[in-house]
């Protein structure tokens, strides 16, 4: 068989309609950067981690528990639901754990989408989306963004029909940063039908400064509501990927059915419950975050005027066109960020020497 036949044969033991689904985009490694450049090292703002290192015995504690990897972790995920219920001040039965908030996502929808039913989301939103829709047989309704880069609720709230079964509010929006309005919510969740589930993806709600945003959890009393959190920003567990959910107790207990058993590892556990111990440690550093977001945005904000408020740990320049270039120009300085070609630029916020590095690098890319 030739070559090219194997590869039509190979093609037809996976779903066709993948084939035109995007891949997902991780950000790129910097060591790679800088040896392909000849430098030193590179900067990468290209991810939304968190540039402090761990938190204070959580490297203890993941040590300790990686003694035991030859037993599989508790599956029910017990002490540390049970620390996350006393820290949200919620039940321990409307929790579910499992490995990062996006796989959550995921399983929120394998618990509430047959094929053909509809999920909806802003667009652009978090590029997870439409794949996590497309793998589940649902089939995506985006609605675009509105002039501001954030969400249009009431263009949401028009887009539903008797198919929707969830739709997904990214607040902030990643990767524009822009945050929903309790008003605006309040109004958007007041004209959901009750039989649809409202899931509030709230990755980056650690970074949140304005007072006007709400915390989704004071929403998590509706029937149709879940709140998604994350280990992976502010937490700085990017490396382990453990997220948790907040609903009602169906809700929740449907998600622990359909999860893959035993996705929360030991490290995770361990991590997540040493984690939690230090929640003065992640304000002061989210603190730093947000003094650099905001020095960050005024800076660039004399080279694009239309930089959007973030309320996230990280900046949207709004190039359309010009995204792909920027992202290389970058590049080439060593600097490492997220285009996303014909929409925009994603730049994490980083120590202030890397966003002076980055600063540096897109002043001539700009100009």
Known sequence: MSDTGRH???????????AALPNYVPGRSPADLARELGL?????????EVPY????????????????VHRYPDMGVVALR??????????PERIATGCGSVALAEHLVRATCLPGDELLYAWRSFEAYPIIAATSGATSVRVPNAAGHGHDLPAMAAAVTDRTRLILVCNPNNPTGTAVR??????????????????????YREFVTDPTVPD???????????????????WGLAGLRIGFLVAQPEVAAAVRKVVTPF??????????????????????????????????TEALRKLVPTVPDSQANFVWLPLGDGALAFGQACE???????????????VTIGTPAENDAFLAAAEPALA
């Open 263 to 296: 996705s929360t590892s030991i490290a995770a556990q361990a991590g997540a419950l040493a984690a939690l111990a230090q929640a003065d440690e992640v304000r002061r550093r989210c603190a730093l975050v947000v003094a650099e977001r905001d020095r960050v």
């Open 40 to 48: 030193p090292e590179a900067v990468k703002l290209a991810s939304n």
């Open 82 to 91: 049970q620390a996350l219920a006393e820290r949200y001040a919620v039940p």
């Open 216 to 234: 989704g959890l004071t929403y998590a009393d509706r029937p149709n509501v879940a709140v998604l959190r994350t280990f992976s920003k502010a």
């Open 53 to 68: 290192g761990p938190l204070p015995g959580v490297v203890e504690a993941v040590a300790d528990a990686v003694a035991g």
């Open 182 to 203: 309790r008003a605006e919510l309040d109004r958007f969740l007041d004209a959901v039908p009750d039989d649809v589930l409202v899931v509030i993806d709230e990755a």
């Open 332 to 346: 080439s300085k060593g600097v490492i960020v997220r285009p996303f070609p014909g929409d925009g630029v994603r």
């Open 8 to 18: 039509q044969a190979a093609l037809r033991l996976t779903r066709a309609d993948l």
